[in-house]
Structures are given as C-alpha cells and as structure tokens.
C-alpha cells in the first residue's frame, strides 16, 4: 500500500451505485435515481442491464413512460 503501513491506517469502506438522470417525454423536467446494482447477478454487471425497456412514473406530473437511453 504505497509504503504506508496498513495497520495504523484507517478504513475508508465504500459501496457501488448507479445513478440514473431520467428526462419525462410529458413534462421534460428531469430526476435522477439511484440503484445499488446486485453483483451477484451477471446480467446487473452492465448499469444498462436494469434500465433496458423499464417502466418508470414522472416524479413531477406523474406520466408513465418506458425508459430508453439518451444518447450521444
């Protein structure tokens, strides 16, 4: 580790999450959601993998809408 001695460091622990930004095709506001992918599934390896033909309710005006990636 560097040089440092591990044992009189302390512990900095850390999680994985996804953070999805999601634009309503009603309203256009936008919202963000966050996900703690599930590791132990190889399809959930991929952040696209739980978001791939999702269906989702607007925050904001309520409008269900199945998600698709912005892209470029």
């Given at each position: 580790?560097?040089?440092?001695?591990?044992?009189?460091?302390?512990?900095?622990?850390?999680?994985?999450?996804?953070?999805?930004h999601m634009k309503c095709g009603k309203?256009?506001?936008?919202?963000?959601?966050?996900?703690?992918?599930?590791?132990?599934?190889?399809?959930?390896?991929?952040?696209?993998?739980?978001?791939?033909?999702?269906?989702m309710h607007c925050p904001h005006c309520?409008?269900?809408?199945?998600?698709?990636?912005?892209?470029?």
């Amino acid at each position: 580790m560097n040089g440092l001695d591990r044992d009189l460091m302390h512990i900095h622990e850390y999680s994985l999450e996804t953070l999805y930004h999601m634009k309503c095709g009603k309203c256009h506001n936008w919202w963000s959601y966050a996900h703690t992918p599930d590791l132990t599934y190889i399809t959930n390896h991929d952040p696209r993998s739980f978001a791939k033909n999702r269906k989702m309710h607007c925050p904001h005006c309520g409008a269900e809408g199945v998600l698709d990636e912005i892209k470029g």
